[in-house]
C-alpha cells in the first residue's frame, strides 16, 4: 500500500488501514516513531479529553479532582 504526501503534507490512509483500525471520518491517530518506521495507531477512546471530561466522577475515586484549563479550551475552543 502506497499513498502520496500533499502539498499540505497530508497522507490519504489506506481504505484497508481505515478499517481494519475501525476509523471514522473526525476520528483521532497517534503516530509513533520506532527507528525509521512511523507507526498510525487509532487514540483509544478514553484519550479523548471530551470523554475524559464527561466521564468524571469524584465519587469514583473519593478525591476532589480539577478539569485542566487547557482541556476545557480543547474542548470547546
Do not use: C, H, Y
Not at 483509544?44 to 478525591?63: C, F, H, I, Q, Y
Amino acid at each position: 500500500m502506497t499513498s502520496v504526501l500533499d502539498e499540505k503534507r497530508r497522507v490519504v490512509l489506506p481504505k484497508d488501514v481505515v478499517e481494519e483500525l475501525g476509523l471514522a471520518e473526525g476520528a483521532a491517530v497517534a503516530f509513533e516513531r520506532k527507528g525509521g518506521v512511523v507507526i498510525v495507531k487509532k487514540v483509544a477512546d478514553s484519550e479523548d479529553p471530551l470523554r475524559g471530561v464527561m466521564s468524571w466522577n469524584p465519587k469514583r475515586t473519593k478525591k476532589a479532582q480539577t478539569v485542566r484549563e487547557r482541556d476545557v479550551k480543547e474542548i470547546w475552543g
